[in-house]
């Protein structure tokens, strides 16, 4: 038998909830580690919520195998007895029902579905629509994170509020097994659900892993999901050759959906006290971050340090065109800094930090932009390294049209710049000065299915103005030069196979010329020019410099092929083959200070290969052959072999000779992998997809090791274990960084992540550790998006 109710006879449908999807670059996370992202509006389902006057109009749907009571009074329901409103669904052996309270009496098998949430219990008193009342023996199971625990009552406070008495609370799910139990549980006294906020607080807490109690708290705050909330982050222990044992304690202000504020002190037993900041934010036309740190009186280097690192982007749509805002601040207390705060974020643990602010405007085919750029030098006694010059300010104009007639390209940029060096290495030569220079481009690609040629006509034209005079004794100089090539190349193709397979062959021959006359510019300070690598894109280019200050006087032919072979059903390139050489055709004049000039007139033979047969394995590698030494003068060369999730080895060799000695300067090995151990005794595991682990029970080797045959040591190491126990997962990682010549960091990383609740870690955060060093490292388990409602729905 099957009853409605209904107040005015109006029936209401659930539905999903239409949330409006940010842009990608709006959802991009913010870089932290192990911080969530910030948003411009959730992505999350939102619960489908109703006005109070809609949901006294809802229906209400009884049925049962008999039933009896008064229309709009009553109902009493026996056998398969089942109520419905809205989104909560009541089962029980009987159930009693009065129509003028809105109030249900349940016993027997209770079982309630309130937006997919499950309780089961013995006896029920509630009030539906307010879902206010007291369920007995009650178990319980979320749908965000598939958590549930048992209980002596619930009472329910409404539809997203409750208490739990006398509480267990885990995320392990069970096995067939009837001597099973949980590997990690909480056990309180009182647990207060908040289902609005997906938090849950424990009162009279233990946390119990294996059956002994590893946290007894007499309070605590929990997740019931993924969603960011205010509060104490948990703890990290560590201890290194620095800092000795180190305490660190975050706290995480969860502001708004798209402005955060992370505080960490740290106590550090050989060095003091340190605090850390980093807040967050995200608007739809600008975002940012800022990390501060401060710590008194630093025992190691016996003074105070500091540090601080603000990030700012900003797009502002006008009427004259898009205006853009960047900021990019970095400063440190001391040259010492990025080898003793190895935790700060990446911008302030390098050598050579910029401090860069940049307007911008752009209209059309035009970019202008007024730049400031300084630096701040970290020097190393055993390893100085040349401060570059500051950039104060830089003015700059780009023009690239993008469509002109009879298929031409051109472009031009005119810039200005002022440049001084503050504090210079002793030795170093100075002059600063004012630059001023623009370049224009011109050329004509010619295209066809089977070849190219592309004439281009540049010409440069510059001026500087220095403060001291220059070596040939004037404080001002101009330099106009033009400069021709010519770019072409032919594409032949042929059926082919190989071991069986069906390829498409290509050979590539390439011809490129090029020629800029002798100018004199030995006279010229350097402000931001060096020498090109000499690989497989600068053998193809006009220049032999990276810079304005030098313009090479080339005169020269550079010929190469390559080769592919390439499946003709899905395009993939499975080999690819090159090689490349340049022929002088007059000795190049135009050097930099302590630059030799080439006495050959062929330049060392450029080789390089690449192999992707299939998706599990790849080989790439590129040498450098000089015909004078009959030897390579350098090397790189990586395989990868990834047959699956979380199964990866990556190796890569590196060599550069002396010319001079004949000996090589550095000869490196790198080999970095990710691998389940239980491989070597059968165990293959599952392959549940990227981020949700291989099942649980398996371990996992990972690390990488850096190693100089050259110095015959270890320059960095990594090394740990994974243990996936489905609902804990354990890990120990040890690394050892270099963070000079003659100076290395040794820490333990240990860490408990119990799935789905929280994380105890003993040192830094090892996944940081392992995705940063790790080539194709990935996490055992990835951050989901939360399931609908409608998973379970009955």
């Keep these: 038998m099957a009853l409605a109710w209904a107040g005015a006879g109006l029936h209401v449908q659930a539905q999903e909830s239409a949330v409006p999807e940010a842009?990608?670059?709006?959802?991009?996370?913010?870089?932290?580690?192990?911080?969530?992202?910030?948003?411009?509006?959730?992505?999350?389902?939102?619960?489908?919520?109703?006005?109070?006057?809609?949901?006294?109009?809802?229906?209400?749907?009884?049925?049962?195998?008999?039933?009896?009571?008064?229309?709009?009074?009553?109902?009493?329901?026996?056998?398969?007895?089942?109520?419905?409103?809205?989104?909560?669904?009541?089962?029980?052996?009987?159930?009693?029902?009065?129509?003028?309270?809105?109030?249900?009496?349940?016993?027997?098998?209770?079982?309630?579905?309130q937006a997919g949430n499950i309780y089961k219990g013995t006896a029920l008193d509630l009030q539906v629509d307010a879902f206010k009342g007291q369920f007995d023996n009650a178990d319980y199971r979320f749908l965000a994170n598939g958590a549930y625990g048992d209980s002596s009552r619930v009472d329910f406070i409404d539809k997203d509020h409750s208490v739990v008495h006398n509480a267990t609370y885990t995320?392990?799910?069970?096995?067939?097994?009837?001597?099973?139990?949980?590997?990690?549980?909480?056990?309180?006294?009182?647990?207060?659900?908040?289902?609005?906020?997906?938090?849950?607080?424990?009162?009279?807490?233990?946390?119990?892993?294996?059956?002994?109690?590893?946290?007894?708290?007499?309070?605590?705050?929990?997740?019931?999901?993924?969603?960011?909330?205010?509060?104490?982050?948990?703890?990290?222990?560590?201890?290194?050759?620095?800092?000795?044992?180190?305490?660190?304690?975050?706290?995480?202000?969860?502001?708004?959906?798209?402005?955060?504020?992370?505080?960490?002190?740290?106590?550090?037993?050989?060095?003091?006290?340190?605090?850390?900041?980093?807040?967050?934010?995200?608007?739809?036309?600008?975002?940012?971050?800022?990390?501060?740190?401060?710590?008194?009186?630093?025992?190691?280097?016996?003074?105070?340090?500091?540090?601080?690192?603000?990030?700012?982007?900003?797009?502002?749509?006008?009427?004259?065109?898009?205006?853009?805002l960047n900021l990019n601040l970095n400063r440190v207390s001391d040259d010492d800094y990025?080898?003793?705060?190895?935790?700060?974020?990446?911008?302030?643990?390098?050598?050579?930090?910029?401090?860069?602010?940049?307007?911008?405007?752009?209209?059309?085919?035009?970019?202008?932009?007024?730049?400031?750029?300084?630096?701040?030098?970290?020097?190393?006694?055993?390893?100085?390294?040349?401060?570059?010059?500051?950039?104060?300010?830089q003015l700059q104009y780009r023009y690239t049209p993008q469509e002109l007639p009879h298929g031409?390209?051109?472009?031009?940029?005119?810039?200005?710049?002022?440049?001084?060096?503050i504090r210079p290495l002793t030795g170093q030569a100075v002059n600063n000065g004012q630059r001023s220079y623009v370049q224009a481009q011109l050329s004509r690609p010619f295209l066809s299915p089977g070849a190219f040629i592309t004439p281009k006509l540049m010409l440069h034209t510059s001026r500087y103005d220095t403060d001291s005079m220059m070596s040939n004794g004037s404080k001002s100089a101009n330099r106009t030069l033009p400069t021709f090539s010519l770019d072409s190349g032919l594409v032949f193709e042929r059926d082919t196979s190989w071991f069986g397979k069906k390829?498409?062959?290509?050979?590539?021959?390439?011809?490129?010329?090029?020629?800029?006359?002798?100018?004199?510019?030995?006279?010229?300070?350097?402000?931001?020019?060096?020498?090109?690598?000499?690989?497989?894109s600068s053998i193809f280019s006009e220049n032999d410099y990276v810079g304005q200050d030098r313009i090479a006087d080339n005169h020269l032919v550079t010929l190469g092929a390559t080769s592919r072979f390439i499946d003709p059903e899905s395009g993939a390139e499975k080999l690819k083959l090159a090689i490349a050489q340049r022929v002088r055709l007059s000795d190049q004049r135009v050097l930099l200070p302590g630059e030799v000039a080439a006495t050959s007139k062929l330049s060392d033979i450029l080789l390089g290969a690449a192999i992707n047969w299939t998706d599990k394995w790849s080989l790439e590698g590129t040498t450098q052959y000089n015909k004078d030494l009959g030897r390579t003068v350098r090397t790189t060369a990586t395989a990868r072999y990834s047959p699956g999730n979380y199964r990866t080895f990556n190796i890569g060799y590196r060599t550069q000779l002396d010319t001079v000695t004949k000996k090589p300067s550095s000869e490196l090995v790198d080999v970095g992998w990710q691998w389940p151990i239980n491989d070597l005794w059968g165990d293959k595991g599952k392959d549940l997809g990227a981020g949700r682990g291989q099942g649980g029970g398996r371990w996992y080797a990972v690390?990488?090791?850096?190693?100089?045959?050259?110095?015959?040591?270890?320059?960095?190491?990594?090394?740990?274990?994974?243990?996936?126990?489905?609902?804990?997962?354990?890990?120990?990682?040890?690394?050892?960084?270099?963070?000079?010549?003659?100076?290395?960091?040794?820490?333990?990383?240990?860490?408990?992540?119990?799935?789905?609740?929280?994380?105890?870690?003993f040192g830094a955060?090892?996944?940081?550790?392992?995705?940063?060093?790790?080539?194709?490292?990935?996490?055992?388990?990835?951050?989901?998006?939360?399931?609908?409602?409608?998973?379970?729905?009955?």
């Design 23 to 113: 842009t990608a670059g709006q959802e991009a996370a913010l870089m932290a580690d192990g911080l969530p992202a910030l948003k411009l509006k959730s992505s999350s389902l939102l619960q489908e919520t109703y006005p109070q006057e809609v949901r006294d109009q809802q229906p209400i749907y009884i049925k049962g195998d008999s039933l009896a009571g008064q229309p709009d009074i009553n109902a009493s329901v026996h056998g398969e007895a089942e109520l419905r409103r809205g989104d909560t669904m009541i089962r029980a052996d009987k159930l009693d029902y009065a129509l003028p309270d809105d109030k249900v009496n349940a016993v027997g098998s209770v079982y309630i579905n």
């Design 171 to 324: 995320t392990c799910q069970r096995d067939d097994e009837a001597s099973w139990q949980p590997s990690w549980m909480l056990k309180a006294e009182t647990i207060e659900l908040d289902m609005a906020e997906e938090v849950g607080v424990a009162h009279n807490a233990k946390l119990q892993f294996k059956g002994v109690t590893v946290l007894p708290v007499p309070r605590m705050s929990f997740p019931l999901s993924d969603k960011r909330k205010s509060g104490l982050l948990p703890p990290m222990i560590g201890m290194d050759k620095l800092g000795g044992i180190e305490y660190s304690q975050p706290y995480y202000w969860n502001i708004a959906p798209n402005r955060d504020l992370t505080v960490t002190p740290t106590v550090m037993t050989k060095r003091g006290v340190n605090l850390t900041g980093l807040f967050r934010y995200m608007e739809p036309s600008y975002s940012g971050e800022t990390y501060a740190s401060y710590m008194p009186g630093d025992n190691l280097r016996s003074r105070d340090r500091w540090g601080y690192s603000w990030q700012h982007r900003a797009v502002i749509d006008s009427p004259v065109g898009g205006l853009g």
């Design 338 to 393: 990025w080898r003793d705060f190895r935790l700060a974020p990446v911008a302030m643990r390098q050598r050579l930090l910029p401090s860069t602010a940049s307007l911008s405007w752009a209209k059309g085919d035009g970019a202008l932009s007024l730049n400031m750029t300084r630096y701040q030098t970290l020097q190393d006694p055993d390893a100085l390294i040349a401060p570059p010059y500051s950039m104060v300010p």
């Design 408 to 421: 031409l390209d051109f472009s031009l940029v005119a810039d200005t710049t002022r440049f001084e060096l």
């Design 503 to 536: 390829l498409l062959q290509t050979f590539e021959p390439r011809a490129f010329y090029t020629y800029t006359p002798y100018r004199d510019q030995s006279m010229l300070p350097l402000y931001d020019t060096g020498r090109s690598d000499f690989n497989f």
């Design 703 to 761: 690390g990488r090791l850096n190693y100089s045959i050259k110095d015959r040591q270890m320059v960095d190491t990594v090394v740990g274990l994974e243990y996936d126990g489905c609902c804990w997962i354990g890990r120990v990682v040890l690394q050892r960084l270099q963070s000079s010549v003659t100076q290395s960091n040794l820490q333990l990383l240990f860490q408990m992540e119990f799935v789905g609740f929280s994380r105890l870690s």
């Design 765 to 794: 955060d090892p996944t940081a550790s392992l995705k940063r060093n790790v080539p194709r490292y990935q996490y055992l388990r990835e951050a989901v998006s939360p399931p609908s409602r409608f998973t379970n729905y009955d």
